[in-house]
T-cell receptor
């Protein structure tokens, strides 16, 4: 069955450092891979989307890479800030009406 | 632009009772999703509507869950009867999504359901 794995342990980093979150998947060939941010008590908020034929995508301090051979995506937050503390969800989408599958998320804590 | 609205925000019921959740998507969004998010897990798709038709309900426990999208706009999700394991946050999302393309999903704040 389709499976998405994200770091189950929380990631603790110091302000100003780069946070790197990992998303691995199996038994799936996604057309798109997305990253969402979720704060406690709130719904997920879309951050970035990367297509299967793209290797890297950037948006301000965010960078996503997508390796369809390794079946892995890396999500980077550069110059991290305490306000970046949240849970980050990876989601796969097969396109063409296929349902979106979410990972369990990785909790990020950025210390001032 | 107004976001996705959901109500109620919180609900506590006894097992075997019924409960209904309401969602009003962003105006003009063709696709509406209902997700179940159990504590510590990612959202799991229950049902996806394209306008007022069902695109995917493969993970909806149809013996107790039902959903409808009235006139392709608002939607309600019902659980009857509820079980303890239904305790979760129920998220509604919408997108402009049409077949063979992708648009980002916009989520509502969710309804936190506790079944005692």
């Amino acid at each position: 069955s389709q499976k998405i794995e994200q770091n189950s342990e929380a990631l603790n980093i110091q302000e100003g450092k780069t946070a790197t979150l990992t998303c691995n998947y199996t038994n799936y060939s996604p057309a798109y891979l997305q990253w969402y941010r979720q704060d406690p008590g709130r719904g997920p908020v879309f951050l970035l989307l990367i297509r299967e034929n793209e290797k890297e995508k950037r948006k301000e301090r965010l960078k996503v890479t997508f390796d369809t051979t390794l079946k892995q995506s890396l999500f980077h937050i550069t110059a991290s800030q305490p306000a970046d503390s949240a849970t980050y969800l990876c989601a796969l989408d097969g396109g063409g009406g296929f349902k979106t599958i979410f990972g369990a998320g990785t909790r990020l804590f950025v210390k001032a | 632009e107004a976001g996705v609205a959901q109500s109620p925000r919180y609900k506590i019921i006894e097992k075997r009772q019924s409960v209904a959740f309401w969602c009003n998507p962003i105006s003009g969004h063709a696709t509406l999703y209902w997700y179940q998010q159990i504590l510590g897990q990612g959202p799991k798709l229950l049902i996806q509507f394209q306008n007022n038709g069902v695109v995917d309900d493969s993970q909806l426990p149809k013996d107790r869950f039902s959903a409808e999208r009235l006139k392709g706009v608002d939607s309600t999700l019902k659980i009857q009867p509820a079980k303890l394991e239904d305790s979760a946050v129920y998220l509604c999302a919408s997108s402009l999504r049409q077949t063979h393309s992708y648009n980002e999903q916009f989520f509502g704040p969710g309804t936190r359901l506790t079944v005692l």
